[in-house]
């Protein structure tokens, strides 16, 4: 009997597949995608050992030879069930291991369009749906002709094959574009360690954007999630992930952007397997910006989409693709999510040194608090400035029964981050010193002196024990900024 599942590259949300095959009785087996060496390599390297780490029962582990025959005859060595992609690295392997195996999967002719954005767009064009303009650009004068022939100044440029807006820059103009054009030119290697020769310029849509995760069979589709995206603008220009909201009841704009979604599964060739699309909603309606073969990103734990949704989705991807009659009743099902679900990713706008994080005991003492990281002095004691998924400070999962507590708990990590950063992370205390430092007395320097962490614990004690006794944080320094008088209103009104 066939009882192993390989997953290539069991990253990201999809580690979450290796403990799905355990409980449905089948033998998980990680296939590391290749890379070679480089800074792609050991970010991967990197992400491998922290989920590695929580493995707790032997498993085989094989390494992708850059010679596919090879790689080829050791998978079918195994005598696989099913192959399946798990993070964006595995797609383009995992899809052609599948398809020269014979098992359920897409065909691997059709790669090209399910990973270059630019082809996407093309087959979206022949199917009459909606797309985006945009063309591959080589030089200078294809970036300036593309501006010229369209009549527009917003356009986004990209690697037509890429990931986790690496690489993507949101410009306005002539001389923004080149300077992006120029930048990118001067990387040897995309986020997948390629060679990269191949840029996308398109006009830039402005609207609301969206991920909708959707799992196909036969050539059918259904929709797993749905998610509104936050976003912001950095001072250096880059355009970053601020959090993710579940949408649970879509309105008239949303539901029609579900129904577009699932015309473009079928417009890109995505017949068997699971589909990340990201969309955006403006005022023509909803538009595609890309999609993939593979779950979503972002490590979404099993057990909070299991509170959010009822199920989660790599359980979902694999009893469809291990049981077509599964996939016909899951998809019968009408989309009704069972709680409110919010993501907090968190970023840093500077390189800054930090040795600890006070927003921690806030994090632990939210009713929607479920998981997540924040980098502290235990984790690194450098920071860097936040350019994409991959450089972001910290991320936090949080779901409650009620919409209005989730909601209002993402708001004050939302405001913590934007106004009082210095709580979130930081390399010294997050209250201001007085001016005049002939003033500060003992008390006042051991208050400035502690750790964020502990600080923030003793001032949330404080509040919840009714503010009785001595004040954690003395009058001269409440004196000494409104800043100061400020944060002490959060704690107290959070607590």
Request: charge should be negative.
């Amino acid at each position: 009997m066939k009882n192993k599942i390989v997953v290539v590259e069991a990253t990201s949300t999809a580690f979450g597949y290796l403990e799905d095959i355990r409980e449905l009785g089948y033998e998980p087996v990680i296939l590391e995608a290749y890379l070679p060496d480089g800074y792609a390599r050991r970010t991967l390297d990197k992400e491998r050992k922290v989920k590695y780490s929580h493995i707790s029962y032997p498993i085989t582990i094989i390494k992708e030879d850059p010679d596919y025959d090879m790689t080829l005859r050791e998978i079918k060595a195994l005598d696989p069930l099913l192959v399946i992609p798990g993070g964006e690295e595995g797609v383009i392997t995992g899809t052609r291991l599948a398809n020269d195996l014979g098992m359920v999967g897409n065909s691997y002719s059709n790669i090209v369009n399910m990973t270059r954005k630019s082809l996407m767009h093309q087959s979206l064009k022949k199917a009459g749906l909606r797309h985006i303009r945009g063309t591959e650009v080589k030089s200078r004068e294809d970036c300036l002709r593309f501006l010229k022939e369209t009549g527009t100044e917003d356009v986004v440029l990209k690697h037509d094959h890429g990931a986790a807006s690496v690489g993507v820059h949101l410009v306005h103009g002539r001389d923004e574009l080149l300077a992006a054009f120029e930048q990118e030119c001067s990387a040897d290697h995309n986020m997948f360690g390629e060679a990269e020769t191949r840029f996308l310029l398109q006009e830039r849509i402005f609207g609301t954007e969206y991920i909708v995760n959707m799992i196909s069979r036969d050539g059918i589709p259904a929709i797993t999630s749905c998610f509104r995206y936050y976003k912001k603008r950095m001072p250096s220009g880059a355009i970053i992930y601020s959090g993710e909201k579940s949408i649970n009841e879509p309105d008239e704009k949303e539901s029609e952007l579900i129904d577009y979604a699932l015309k473009t599964v079928c417009a890109l060739g995505i017949t068997d397997g699971p589909v990340h699309g990201e969309y955006m909603i403006d005022k023509d309606g909803p538009v595609l910006i890309e999609a993939n073969y593979r779950v979503m990103g972002g490590s979404a734990p099993s057990g909070w989409l299991d509170r959010v949704f009822g199920y989660h989705e790599t359980e979902v991807i694999l009893n469809s693709m291990l049981d077509k009659e599964y996939h016909d009743k899951f998809r019968q099902r009408v989309y009704r999510p069972l709680r409110q679900g919010y993501i907090k990713d968190f970023s840093s706008a500077v390189d800054q040194s930090i040795s600890s994080s006070g927003i921690i005991p806030i994090l632990l003492g939210m009713k929607s608090f479920y998981s997540g990281w924040v980098d502290n002095a235990g984790k690194t004691d450098m920071l860097y400035e936040t350019k994409d998924l991959e450089t972001e400070t910290g991320c936090i999962f949080m779901v409650h029964d009620d919409p209005e507590v989730v909601k209002k708990e993402f708001e004050l990590l939302v405001c913590i981050e934007e106004n009082y950063p210095r709580l979130l992370q930081s390399d010294g205390p997050f209250l201001d010193p007085p001016e005049d430092a002939s003033v500060i007395t003992p008390e006042v320097l051991s208050v400035l002196n502690e750790d964020p962490e502990v600080l923030a614990h003793r001032i949330m004690e404080y509040y919840r024990d009714g503010a009785t006794g001595e004040p954690v944080v003395p009058e001269m320094l409440l004196e000494a900024s409104p800043y100061n008088r400020r944060i002490l209103e959060l704690f107290r009104n959070f607590c």
